[in-house]
């Protein structure tokens, strides 16, 4: 197997040692190393892989070392932060990004904002970061996500099965896991397809933890359409300087087979009430429940302007389901030909 590292393909062995000699030198000089100014939380399969590679092209902004997603707050918290402040650079690096106007620092961790203690260990841990969140039509979320699970082999039923598994699946899990700190759920992380895109109730949650003034939402579907408009109030809440060169990538894959229009309109009654509650709180109407807009531009056939690409759940190392440090368990079966199908709408 062959991976792809800041660019170039390497022999998996490679990149592996690679990524344990950084992580030997951030766990030396970690007390020199800076914390997280800022955490894109999620959700998951909503475009926070595209928008941190955009992020990563600002001379401002730096990220963890050859990782995107750290995910301390979700799967690794029992580790301390001291471990966590070993996966960032150095202060003086930061210090000295862009010839010296300095920088801030950040991480995309995707379960973050699903996971029912993460809200409470950032405003702990990490008292005066900002969190980014992005959002997309639930209904294409779920379908994707069950997708990106099948592709790596931790959903074997098909969409529809899932669907009616998910309650048995998921039920008790948040309450375990917000008991025991230690806790992991397979469950909870991988088959939550309909409660991941309840996205209000994460929302009132983060908020509860860490402010409203701290959080910046983003209707990706809106985003990805114009981010040359959106692009600088992202820059500006993140007090970094406007760069005009930054490039949205645009990818290409496999498409997923169409949604069955039953399956389709079962899901958009499932989120009917929580949109609802969504635009009351957020004061607009998410672009999926516009008219012409998400669920019914994609079924009919307009092509999302969204990347759906995120290898920060478990993908390409340092996933959200990687036991840390050991590289196994993210991959699944093949992680080449899974990078290779992340993307099921042209961006």
Request: charged fraction near 30%.
């Amino acid at each position: 197997m062959r991976l792809s590292m800041a660019g170039r393909t390497v022999p998996t062995p490679l990149k592996n040692a690679a990524l344990s000699a950084a992580d030997l030198a951030g766990h030396v000089s970690r007390r020199s190393r800076a914390l997280p100014d800022f955490l894109i939380a999620g959700a998951q399969r909503c475009g926070t892989t595209t928008l941190y590679k955009a992020l990563m092209q600002h001379p401002q902004v730096l990220g963890p070392t050859l990782r995107k997603g750290v995910h301390f707050f979700d799967t690794a918290y029992g580790r301390g932060t001291d471990w966590y402040r070993s996966r960032f650079p150095m202060r003086r690096s930061v210090r000295a990004a862009a010839g010296g106007a300095g920088g801030v620092v950040g991480e995309s961790s995707p379960y973050y904002l699903f996971h029912p203690l993460c809200a409470e260990r950032i405003a702990a841990d990490l008292p005066e970061a900002k969190v980014v969140v992005m959002l997309r039509d639930p209904v294409e979320r779920a379908y994707s996500a069950h997708s990106h699970e099948s592709a790596r082999g931790y959903e074997t039923e098909p969409f529809e099965r899932a669907l009616d598994l998910e309650d048995e699946r998921i039920a008790g899990e948040e309450e375990r896991l917000a008991a025991d700190a230690l806790a992991r759920s397979h469950h909870h992380q991988h088959h939550a397809y309909v409660a991941r895109g309840r996205y209000i109730d994460q929302l009132l949650r983060l908020e509860r933890h860490v402010g409203r003034e701290r959080m910046f939402v983003v209707d990706a579907e809106r985003f990805f359409a114009e981010p040359e408009r959106h692009f600088p109030e992202l820059e500006e809440f993140l007090g970094v300087r406007h760069c005009p060169g930054v490039v949205f990538g645009h990818h290409n894959a496999r498409p997923r087979a169409e949604l069955p229009e039953r399956l389709r309109r079962r899901l958009e009654d499932a989120f009917a009430d929580s949109d609802e509650r969504l635009a009351e709180w957020w004061g607009r109407t998410p672009s999926w429940r516009e008219p012409g807009g998400g669920s019914e531009a994609a079924s009919a056939g307009r092509p999302l302007r969204l990347v759906d690409e995120e290898s920060g759940e478990g993908g390409v190392p340092g996933g959200e389901n990687a036991a840390p440090d050991s590289g196994t368990g993210d991959e699944g079966p093949d992680a080449s030909a899974h990078a290779r199908s992340y993307a099921s709408e042209p961006h």
